[in-house]
């Protein structure tokens, strides 16, 4: 008996893997063009993404693109101040090159702004003490800009993170637990260039959600399970929000391993 099943795990492994292969194999190369709907102009540096197999690239001076993809494969399509769209690979695409995609521009309404100047009593000591303090840790990334919280690191705080993973009701494992290919992205995403930058130039997760098929407030309760700082979730891009989620799953992955 137990030489069977140790056979049916390889035989299933290695069926796994022709599958994958084949995935590999129908996969060619789309090439695109985009433009703007209204004005037919050509449009440079759009960035398109293939959900499905964690691939980017932008269009060139031509609003030309190129990217590799299989039929029902899903390209995501993001361009400042104009509408993100989605577009399904269907085998028309690979046989007349030069599909033209049209991209829709926003029409955004100001509002009023209103800025209340922090209140100075006059007084050094007071005002030092008067003074909000995120108690976040922070740290940094070569080559980008911006630094990054790495979550409350008091005994307390891992308690509470510990307590929440390792709770089979919790919403942290219920929705890791359910969601283990779209988490395995998150390593794919990071050696992406051009998805990476789109990420770090963006702050509603609209990409996120795409990429991880879970809701923007998913996302906000991952974060606050895993003890990041309400201001962190608010500020944060997109590049900021995917390392502290993709942090978060790796010391899901190995408690997990250690139960």
Known sequence: MRYFL??????????????????????????????????????????????????????NQKGEFSITAAVNDTLYLSYLGFKTQKIRVTNDMFKFKNTKIALTELAYALEEVIVKPYQLTGYLEIDVKNLPINEGFQYSISGLSKSY????KNPSAVSKVLGAIL?????????????????????????????????????DRELLTELLQIEKVDI???????????????????????????????????????R
């Open 167 to 203: 709770n089979p009701a919790d919403l942290l494992r219920n929705l890791f637990g359910k969601k283990p290919r779209e988490m395995r992205k998150l390593r794919l995403v990071k050696d992406e260039d051009d998805i990476r930058d789109l990420l770090a130039s963006k702050f």
């Open 149 to 152: 919280e790495a979550g409350n």
């Open 6 to 59: 140790f056979a049916s795990a390889i035989m299933f492994s290695v069926l796994g893997l022709a599958q994958e292969n084949q995935n590999t194999n129908d996969s060619e190369k789309v090439i695109a063009v985009v433009v703007n709907a209204q004005t037919e102009e050509l449009l440079e540096s759009v960035h398109v993404i293939n959900l499905n197999q964690v691939k980017g690239t932008i269009t």
């Open 220 to 258: 906000e309760d991952i974060l606050n399970n895993c003890n990041y700082s309400s201001s962190f979730i608010k500020t944060a891009n997109d590049l900021q929000i995917l390392d502290a989620i993709s942090s978060c799953y790796e010391e899901f992955k190995v408690l997990n391993r250690k």
